[in-house]
Every structure is written in C-alpha cells, then in structure tokens.
T-cell receptor, first 113, second 114 residues
C-alpha cells in the first residue's frame, strides 16, 4: 500500500516557466515532508522540506506548499531552468521519533531550453 | 567535505554468490540508512542504524540480507546467497539523527545478479 503517491510519472515545461510537482499521502501521522532531486547515476539530494505545522516553505526558486486537509503537497519551481531536469521524489516522516522516510516513486521533470 | 561514500559503484555477480556492499557515512552523522531502488517498488528503506545500533530492520526482505555497523564510520550490507531478483541500485544515506531529518545519500551501488 503506497502511503506517498506521485501520480504523474513525468512533466515537461519550458525554460522560464513554472514547474509544479504534486504529491499525495494517505497517512495522517506524517509530520514532516521532504523533496529530493536525483540526477542519473547519482544519489538523491535534499532540496527542501516542510513541517506539518506550516503550509508553505520557500527557498530561492523552490517553494513547497502543504495542504493537510487534502493530504497534498506540491513543489513549485520558478523560474524553471534546464539544470532542474531530474527525477524528483517526495518523502514523508511519521511522527513519534522514527527517522524512517517513506518515498514516492518519483516524477521526471524535463525543462526544455 | 566528503559526502557519503559507497563501494563498489557497480557489482556484477552470479546467482548464489555472496555480495558485500560498503558505506562510509558523513563524519559526525549518527544515523545511517540502507535503501534499495527498483523500477517496481521505487526507493524503499531496508534498515537504519542510530549510534551504530539497528533501529528498524522491517524492510529487510529476507534472511539472505544482513547489515552491520561495527563503528560510526563504516557499515556493510551483505546478501548471501544472491538471486537475480536482488538486482537493483542500493543507496546508503546518513543524517544527524533527530537534530535534522534530512538524509544525505551516497552515489549508490548498482548490483546485477545473473
């Protein structure tokens, strides 16, 4: 049973436009959410995170929005750049002290010049 | 600063052979994680250690898999005997534990069992 879902496997956008990556979750006990970016032949790298007590966190071109009632979060990248082309993973942590992260299956973003 | 180091980067072995994957976490990190990535199941946690002690091994698929962390700077994941369905990319990650939930990943080991 997938607790973190990234329903769209891929997204293609033009350079300079906004990229919106979506993630849904089913476990109401998740209290911390993270986005990772992965290039081919490399490990995932941490991008941005948000606590469940917030609804928005911003870091430069990257903003994560959390809608707890809908169990939905999204990553906005503005403006998108060709170097942002990668696979993006959404991950969530369960409250209670465990460090275990549950990952979505990823979404491939392609930013066209 | 050196990131998480994994070796080997690629491993090709025959079914039935023993495979050992190695990981050196980031210095000062006290939690270490082993993940497996496949097309079917995505990125799944196998086991994690905190202060060298295994905390959650519920993701270890079966007794053929074992992991050890003899000290703060080294961990191994062993598969014995290996099977073709073990073919995957295995990632090691480390973190500062409950100080920060961000995990830092190594480059991975691509394992192919023929």
């Amino acid at each position: 049973d997938q607790q973190v879902k990234q329903n769209s496997p891929s997204l293609s956008v033009q350079e300079g436009r906004i990229s919106i990556l979506n993630c849904d979750y089913t476990n109401s006990m998740f209290d911390y959410f993270l986005w990772y970016k992965k290039y081919p032949a490399e490990g995932p790298t941490f991008l941005i995170s948000i606590s469940s007590i917030k609804d928005k966190n911003e870091d430069g071109r990257f903003t994560v929005f959390l809608n707890k009632s809908a169990k939905h979060l999204s990553l906005h990248i503005v403006p998108s750049q060709p170097g942002d082309s990668a696979v993006y993973f959404c991950a969530a942590r369960t409250q209670g002290g465990s460090e275990k992260l549950v990952f979505g299956k990823g979404m491939k973003l392609t930013v066209n010049p | 600063d050196a990131g998480v180091i994994q070796s080997p980067r690629h491993e090709v072995t025959e079914m039935g052979q023993e495979v050992t994957l190695r990981c050196k976490p980031i210095s000062g990190h006290n939690s270490l994680f082993w993940y497996r990535q496949t097309m079917m199941r995505g990125l799944e946690l196998l086991i994690y250690f905190n202060n060298n002690v295994p905390i959650d091994d519920s993701g270890m698929p079966e007794d053929r898999f074992s992991a050890k962390m003899p000290n703060a700077s080294f961990s191994t994941l062993k598969i014995q005997p290996s099977e073709p369905r073990d073919s995957a990319v295995y990632f090691c990650a480390s973190s500062r534990g409950t100080v920060s939930y961000e995990q830092y990943f190594g480059p991975g080991t691509r394992l192919t069992v023929t």
